[in-house]
Every structure is written in C-alpha cells, then in structure tokens.
C-alpha cells in the first residue's frame, strides 16, 4: 500500500492549535504518514514542525489568491487534508474546491465571538468551512453541535491532547522576579483581547484589595486590547501587572497560588490543562468545554460575574486545605485525559476511514 500523504493547515495558529498539530505532526510521521504543514512561516520558527518530521511550506494567513494558489498547489497531492481553525478551514476549502476530490478534514479547536456585522460573517464562514469538510472534529461537546447545528455532514468529538508541560524545579526567583515574594501570587496566561475577560478580572481585583496581605495579579500576553487594561490598572489602582508575552508560563503557572480562567469561551484550554497538570488550583469559567476538561477540580464561575470570581479567589486563598484538594485532584484528573498516541491514533481511523485503508 502507498504512503498516506496528509497536509495539515493552520492559519493564524493559537498556541492550542500549533501545538496539536506538532504532536500530530511527529506521530503521524513515527507512523509512516507523509507530514506536511501548510502555516505561517513564524509558527515554523516557534513550533518546529521539520523537528517532528513534517515537511514545512510557509503559506501566509491571507486569503488573496496567491496564498490559496500555493495553498492549492501543496494539497492537490495529498490523500487528505486537515484544517485547523476557521480561517486555515475556510482557506483550505476554497484552495480544494469545497467538495473536491482530496477529502477534507476540519478541527474545530475554539469558537469564534464577534458582534453585529462581523459576526454576521463569521457564522457564514463557519457554515461555509463545516459543509465543505467530510468531517469536522469538535474539541468540545458543544463544538460538535454547533457544527451539527451549521451543516456539517458529519461531526465527532475528538477531545485533543498536547504535551505535557515539563514539570520546573520549584523556586524562588518568579515569585522574586515579579513581587510576590510576601503576598499571594495569581496568575492569568492569554492573549490580551476581549474574549478573554479581562475586563471581568480587574472587577474582580477589586475584591482583593482587602486581603491582607493584598495579592498580586500577573497577565501574561499580548494584544490589542493591553492598553485599555493598563490605562484601567493605573487610574484604578489596581495590584495587577501585565508581564506581556512569555516563554516561561510553565514556571509562572508552577509558581502561582491560583490560575484564573475567566475567558467568555474556552474549548480544551492550555492554561486549564498546564494548571491542572502541574498541581496548581484553577478558578475558571464554566463556558464552553472547561467543565468537562476540569471536571471537580477547579473552582468554577458564570462567565462575567465579577464578583463571583473574586469571591472564588479569595476563599481559596484564606483555605489552604481546599487550595491542597485541588492541587491533588489536578492530576488525577489530566490522567483521564487522552494521550498524544490515542489522539494520533483517533485522528489516523478518520483518514483511513475517508481513504478506505485498514
């Protein structure tokens, strides 16, 4: 039988995403299937996807027809193409002729939030992407039916898996680093824009300031969003610190008191994972698939309820035993989680299935 040649397509490419498709990437390619990444140039540079075997073309996030142009000339060699996101899925449809004859695969990895006009469109977007994929893989239970919900021919939950984070040596020197070493320390990890709720957790900062000691909130990301949130944290006095982009969340997450998640959407969360893994106690959001990513251990909270989110945080803060609940339930729960091999393993079954190989 022939080599299986699959493309793999991101467009913008979240960390969640790039990462999948890496850990996809390296064990496709440890299985025999011909790997190659269709992406930005820079997620090649951060992400590394010829270190897990895959060939790498740099396709540009535009949707001009230069870009879906070389975008079409990569898949029309491949047994089956796999999309990752909406852009990349839109883009991939239109590079494949919708229904054509390479069998396209979409992961849907998280949803897409906007109002009025642009809303409008993304929904026809989204519409348009699961209708021209033979299968959609949902991240989350309420993904899969909203693909259902717009058309998709047929959609199936594939609850991802990324590498685990490496577990640090336990320090000083974050809490050092940022000023925490006498107060509490709570660490949020994300890019700066609206969905995030960040708006929603500097309400909530609010709370803590009548703790004694006074917590310190870390941000760690960027965007578009950062100067509008340091212009709040300034004029309101908040004790919040926007660290910007990081490349040690692992230590951060290792070093916090608490993680919070107080995003409006979340599908398979990093942060929510990283934390769990590594023992930290998460106060999150009850959206999207965070409650059955976290299932009892973490604190949950309605999506833009400040005052709940601050009252989560500081009766873990004032609970040890609770905080020690939670930090051993974390691990027990990743532990159910599906491994890098039964993601690969899943994802393989579809391809074999759309290309009638057993």
């Known amino acids: 039988m022939s080599q299986l ?34 992406a930005p140039a820079a997620l090649e540079r951060e992400f590394d996807f010829r270190g897990a075997g895959a060939h790498f073309v740099p396709v540009p996030r535009r949707g001009d027809p230069v870009a879906v142009g070389a975008l079409r000339a990569v898949c029309a060699g491949a047994d089956v193409v796999h999309a ?14 919708g229904r054509g004859a390479v069998p396209l695969v979409v992961t849907w990895h998280t949803g897409a939030h906007a109002e009025g006009a642009r809303g409008q469109l993304l929904r026809v977007l989204e519409r348009r992407a699961v209708r021209a994929a033979a299968v959609v ?87 578009r969003e950062r100067g509008a949130l340091q212009r709040r944290i300034e004029a309101e006095v908040l004790p919040v610190r926007l660290i910007g982009r990081r490349d040690d969340v692992t230590e951060l997450l290792a070093a916090a008191d608490v993680a919070v998640l107080p995003s ?48 989560a945080v500081a009766r873990l803060l004032l609970d040890p035993a609770r905080r020690r609940e939670l930090a051993e339930a974390g691990p027990v729960q990743a532990a159910d989680w599906p491994t890098e091999d039964e993601t690969v393993a899943q994802v393989l079954s579809v391809y074999d299935e759309l290309t009638n190989r057993h």
Request: net charge positive.
């Open 264 to 311: 409006r959407w979340e599908g398979r969360s990093l942060l929510a994972q990283e934390a769990l893994r590594l023992g930290v106690p998460l106060v999150a959001t009850a959206v999207g698939g965070v409650p059955e990513l976290v299932g009892n251990a973490a604190e949950l909270v309605p999506y833009g309820d400040a005052p709940a989110l601050a009252d």
């Open 137 to 223: 893989l949902g991240t989350s239970s309420d993904l899969v039916d909203r693909a259902r919900r717009c058309g998709a021919r047929d959609a199936r939950l594939a609850a991802i898996a990324v590498p685990g984070p490496r577990v640090p040596v336990a320090d000083g020197k974050v809490r050092a680093e940022l000023g925490a070493v006498d107060r509490p320390l709570l660490v949020a990890v994300g890019s700066l824009v609206e969905h995030r709720g960040y708006g929603v957790l500097l309400d909530a900062a609010h709370g803590w300031r009548g703790l004694d000691p006074v917590p310190l909130l870390v941000i760690a990301g960027e965007g």
């Open 5 to 38: 040649r699959t493309v793999q397509v991101l467009g913008g490419g979240s960390a969640g995403s790039s990462a999948h498709v890496r850990s996809l990437a390296a064990g496709l390619a440890a299985r025999g299937v011909r790997v190659t990444v269709c």
């Open 84 to 97: 990752h996101g909406l852009n990349a899925a839109v883009r991939t449809a239109l590079a494949t002729g």
